[in-house]
Every structure is written in C-alpha cells, then in structure tokens.
C-alpha cells in the first residue's frame, strides 16, 4: 500500500464526560509512533470538544526487518527510518509545535542495539525517542479508540496488529477516576505481521502456510489473563481493531477505488464479512495484492500474516462484530498531552513528556 495521510476531516472526539473549558487552544500538539514496520506522525491542535489535526506523516519503514534473526537493527531499515524521523522533524519545526510525545515500540524494545539507535536519532535529528512498554502501548492504543466504542455493549475487545508485536485489551464499560477506559485484563504477544510473515513466508500463500501462521498465534493467547471469563462474555462485547490490517480489510470489503479514512474509521463489519474479505485476500496471487489500491506493493506481502493473526483472535474469541479504527496510538498521546496541559479540564500540568 502507498503511504498514506490520515487527514481526519472532523474532530477526534474526547472521551466521555469530558468537561470543555478551552484553555490553551493555540498550541499545536505533536504525536510520533515508529513502530517495527511504520513511521507516523500526527500534528493537532485542541478545539472545544477535542482536537483537529493540521498535518501528518506516514512512510512504510521496515524497522525491524530481520530483526527476528539477528536481533539487532539492520544498517538499511536504521537508515530508513532516521530519514522518515528527519521529515517528521522538519514538520514539527515547520508547525512551530511546542509539545510532542516521540515513542518507539516493539522493534527498539527487542534489539541489541536499540538504544544505540535511539543515540543516532538524536544525533541526526534532534528528536528524543522514548522506548514505551508493552503496558504503555496498549493503555494509549485503548485511549485513542475509546470514542469508537458501542455504549451499549457490556465492553470491547480491543486489538492493535503492529508489525513486531500484538496487543489484545479487555475494556469494560466503565471508566476509572480519571475518565479513562478501564482496562480489565490484557496481553501483548511477541508475534506481528513484520516477524510472522518472515518466519512463514508472505508472497505466496497457500492454505497450509495460513494455518500454520494461525497455529503459531493460537497458543500464544492462552496466556491472556481471564481467558475464559472473556470467552463467555463475547456475546455481549465487539471487536474493535486498530492496524493497517483491519483498515486494509475494511477497504478491500467496501472494495475502494483508493483508501479513504472517512469511509473506514468507525466502520463495522460482521463475521461474515470479515470471512469473506479474508477468503479474497486468501484467494488474490501476489501481484494481484499489490494492484489492489487498498494493499499496494508495501503490504502485499504482510497482509495475510496479519489475517492470520485476526483469525487465531476470532477463533479464540468469537465476538460477531468488529469496528475498524484509523486511530489508535498517536491519538492517545494527543490526548494524554492535552489532558496534562489542562486544555479541556483542571491544572496544567508538565508531566515530564519529551518536547521536540
């Protein structure tokens, strides 16, 4: 798939209950997430009743290629991402952007030299990279996606495929003190589209190779804390995915001339739908997945793996609905950056967040 913008043309909705006081809505607000396989960025400014974003950025980095086999960061994929880091860097300084959060994911967390590379980064771009945890990451995936949630559910099964790791949320129906979703129990799996397709293979196919990426995935989950408490309770919760998987599916089932995020986010897909969509994607040769305008040559070779990963979720815990999120991490920590400022309630309050 071509890089691509996500330039949502209405406000991110704050999540419920949020008092609206409008202070310090002149500032712009930075979000950068490099995970294993992308490089994102977001620029918002807050409004009244959350933020609008003014400016994006996503390239395809492939951070973490090979890192499953050496353990460390390959010279050509470090190269890739410090010169997207170098156009995120020239956008937040463009934006005259006061505060920023810059994470880095499961690819630095994992390699020898992560913090090696987190160096170079500020060497080369200024920019200081904070290496979150498994915990860190899911908690901000679930507060960038909150506002997608049914409230009529008794809760939600939140998902994040990334690229080198997974992350799988239990959100109840209630918040904490905080105003936050309250996370029940959750799991991050070592297992992403980026590692799981270089162990299985993701230019061609077949039935067996599919299945056999599922079984790798499946065992993995009966570690989820309350697994069987969350399986009774699936008929009363929906999925909700946030990756480039769900949002690929989304745009391949409404079978779109190009991607467009105000069609995907926030839309909903049954069962059904997902197995037919998976069964296309299942089905489409590898040169027919890169013709795809939903897919492209970036992810053709990824998309299945991340299917595969759906699948072993869905066959664990079947829940009939899934809603699809354009939003997730970089959201979150828009939202946790204006909440500190006191920008739509209480005290402002410098909490140690890294500036650009």
């Given amino acids: 798939m071509n ?3 996500p330039l949502p043309t209405t406000e991110a909705a704050l999540p419920h209950g949020t008092p609206r ?3 310090r809505q002149d500032a712009l607000y930075a979000a950068l997430d490099l995970g294993t396989n992308n490089c994102r960025l977001l620029i918002a400014r807050p409004i ?3 933020f609008r974003v003014v400016d994006a950025f996503s390239r395809i ?3 973490g290629e090979g890192l499953g086999a050496s353990g460390r960061l390959s010279s050509d994929a470090i190269h890739r991402a410090v010169e997207a880091l170098k156009v995120c860097r020239d956008k937040i300084k463009a934006r005259g952007v006061k505060r920023a959060r810059l994470i880095a994911t499961e690819a630095c967390r994992l390699a020898e030299n992560g913090e090696e590379f987190s160096q170079r980064v500020f060497a080369e771009t200024g920019l200081q990279l904070e290496i979150i945890d498994r915990q860190s990451e899911a908690r901000l995936a679930a507060l960038g996606c909150a506002p997608l949630a049914d409230p009529n559910a008794d809760g939600v099964l939140l998902f994040d495929i990334g690229g080198g790791s997974s992350e799988l949320v239990w959100l109840d129906r209630h918040r904490n003190l905080s105003g936050e979703p309250r996370i029940r129990s959750w799991i991050s799996l070592p297992v992403g589209v980026v590692n799981l397709a270089e162990r299985h293979g993701g230019t061609h196919v077949s039935d067996e190779v599919f299945e056999a990426m599922v079984e790798d995935v499946m065992p993995r989950l009966d570690d989820f804390p309350e697994k069987h408490a969350l399986k009774a309770a699936c008929s009363k919760l929906h999925m909700l995915g946030t990756s480039g998987t769900v949002t690929t599916l989304a745009g391949v089932h409404m079978d779109l ?3 467009d995020r105000r069609r995907v986010d926030g839309a909903w ?8 969509v ?3 994607l299942r089905a489409m040769p590898y040169e027919d997945r890169v013709a795809n305008p939903c897919i492209g040559r970036e992810r053709a070779d990824l998309v299945l793996a991340g299917c595969a990963i759906l699948e072993a979720f869905r066959r664990t815990f079947p829940c009939s609905r899934l809603r699809v999120a354009d939003r997730g991490l970089r959201e979150g920590m828009l939202i946790d950056l204006m909440r500190a400022d006191g920008v739509w309630r209480g005290p402002k309050n410098h909490n140690g967040h890294r500036t650009s």
Avoid at 269 to 276: K, L, N, V
């Fill in 3 to 5: 890089d691509r913008v």
């Fill in 21 to 23: 006081t409008g202070r």
């Fill in 48 to 50: 009244w009743d959350g």
């Fill in 61 to 63: 980095v492939r951070l």
């Fill in 257 to 259: 001339p190009r991607y």
């Fill in 269 to 276: 897909m049954t069962s059904p739908q997902i197995d037919e």
């Fill in 278 to 280: 998976i069964g296309r």
